[in-house]
C-alpha cells in the first residue's frame, strides 16, 4: 500500500441516527486508500462513535431535533487525528441512560484525546490523535 504524504477528509451530516451507516462508509471508503487496515478500522470506529455520542446527547438535551456534527481526519507519515465538532455541549452528565460510552471507547483506541465545549456557543470539539 502507498502511503500519501498528507490526506484529510471531511464531512458534516444531520446528528441523527440514520446517517451512521452513511459516515462509516464514506470514512472507510476514504481510509481504504490512505492506512492501514488495522488503523482504518479504529479511525471508522472512533468518527461513527463521535456521531453516535453526538446522537445521544441530541436526545438527552433536546428530545429530538436537529444539529450538525463535522468530522475531519488528518492523515500524515507520523499521526493520524479525529476531530469532531458539533453545537451540543457533551458532558458525562449527557449521556443517554444503557448508552455505549463513545468517549470511552475513543479513549481506548487513540493515543490521546482531548473534549471541549465553549460555553457559549455550546460547540464541542473533539481531538483524538493516533501515532502512526
Known sequence: MTMVEWAVFTATVPVRVEQLAMIRARVRGWADCKIGHHARHDVVWAASEALSS????????????????????????????LTARDHLAWTDDGRVPGSVDGLRVMREITDRMSLTTDPDTDVSTLVAVSAR
Do not use: C, K
Open 54 to 81: 453526538a446522537v445521544d446527547h441530541l436526545r438527552a438535551r433536546r428530545g429530538g431535533g436537529s444539529a450538525e456534527a463535522t468530522v475531519t481526519l488528518h492523515v500524515d507519515s507520523e499521526v493520524l487525528v
